[in-house]
């Protein structure tokens, strides 16, 4: 399943990306979601030790700011209206659905509190 989700967050991605380039670097067609908030990880807690179970993002723009409740920091950026990516220390790409949550391409979801 995780290897499933990786493809459509990569296919996902590479679309987006093409989008970007055509339109000058702009996201795609429509409204961002406003992601900045506080967000639990799912399932919980295997999955969510390494990284955290709670995580809070500061977005302006397209960029945005990514912090767990183990201190680690990241900035990460909006790809679409519904895709992104974040750096290190976590290294992923993830998918926003409906109610703003985000499935991440190592199989966590975070739902925002």
Do not use: H
Not at 26 to 39: D, E, F, I, M, R
Not at 52 to 65: P, Y
């Amino acid at each position: 399943m995780q290897r499933k989700l990786l493809m459509t967050a990569a296919a996902a991605l590479l679309v987006a990306a093409g989008a970007t380039m055509s339109t000058g670097g702009a996201l795609a067609q429509g409204a961002a979601p406003n992601l900045s908030g506080t967000y639990k990880c799912q399932p919980e807690p295997v999955s969510c030790q390494a990284s955290g179970q709670t995580f809070t993002i500061q977005q302006n723009g397209n960029k945005l700011d990514m912090k767990s409740d183990k201190g680690d920091t990241a900035q990460g950026q909006m790809s679409s209206n519904t895709t992104m990516s974040v750096g290190a220390p976590w290294n992923m790409l993830g998918v926003v659905e409906p109610g703003n949550s985000i499935q991440w391409s190592n199989g966590t979801q975070w739902i925002k509190q």
